[in-house]
């Protein structure tokens, strides 16, 4: 499982309410992404970190904000949730050595 | 702009054929891919690869086959098994961009009958 843990697994929210989602790797791998998953658009990438504080977006990053202060985690931040941001969000890794991606588990996440 | 699709969104297979999905891609610049597997509730999960230099790569079971010619690639599943029951996408990547990004397909839902 590449060692990624993802929480909270599930979460209901209220739109206007700040939400923190948390990516946790146990191998020390440099580069980190966050993306959401939906029907109908697949997997789209949110933001990613090529290292501790170095952040970039990807295609959907309105109304998300990350941060990553040491390697091991990745916050992803909905500043004031609203209801399109309602969605399954994935965390990954990938192996410097390698481009392939692995995947943590998911985080369902409702916003009402 | 890019692009990686899935010809068909489900698969429907008896148990023990042999299954084929397969992908299209738009970007002549892409030189790495990769099939992933998603059951449900659960996250992708990475099946095989292979890089622009090679035709074809085989697993256990699994086979890619990489036409760069008409940018299509395509996932061979050999017998396949009701485990097999998934939904398999597959992403491409630049590899001289060195973010890892990948674009994926929307994806393919293979059904196994038993």
């Known amino acids: 499982d590449a060692g990624i843990t993802q929480s909270p697994r599930h979460k209901v929210t209220e739109t206007g309410t700040p939400v923190t989602l948390r990516c946790h790797q146990t191998?020390?791998?440099?580069?980190m992404y966050w993306y959401r998953q939906d029907p109908g658009h697949g997997l789209r990438l949110i933001h990613y970190?090529?290292?501790?504080?170095?952040?970039d977006k990807g295609e959907v990053s309105d109304g998300y904000s990350v941060s990553r202060s040491k390697t091991e985690d990745f916050l992803l931040t909905l500043e004031s949730a609203t209801s399109s941001q309602t969605s399954v969000y994935f965390c990954a890794i990938k192996d410097t050595v390698e481009e392939t991606q692995y995947f943590g588990p998911g985080t369902r996440l409702l916003v009402l | 702009g890019e692009s990686v699709g899935l010809h068909l969104p489900t698969l429907s297979v008896q148990e023990g054929d042999n299954s084929i999905i397969n992908c299209a891609y738009s970007n002549s610049a892409s030189d790495y891919f990769i099939w992933y597997k998603q059951e449900s509730g659960k996250g992708p999960q990475f099946i095989i690869d292979?890089?622009?230099?090679?035709d074809k790569r085989q697993g256990q079971r699994v086979t890619v086959l990489l036409n760069k010619t008409v940018k299509h690639l395509s996932l061979q599943i050999a017998a396949t098994q009701p485990g097999d029951s998934a939904v398999y996408f597959c992403?491409?990547?630049?590899?001289?961009?060195?973010?890892?990004?990948?674009?994926f397909g929307q994806g393919t839902t293979l059904q196994v009958k038993p």
């Open positions: 970190s090529y290292g501790v504080k170095d952040t």
């Open positions: 292979i890089r622009s230099n090679m």
């Open positions: 191998e020390n791998h440099r580069y």
């Open positions: 992403a491409e990547n630049i590899r001289s961009s060195n973010t890892g990004k990948l674009i």
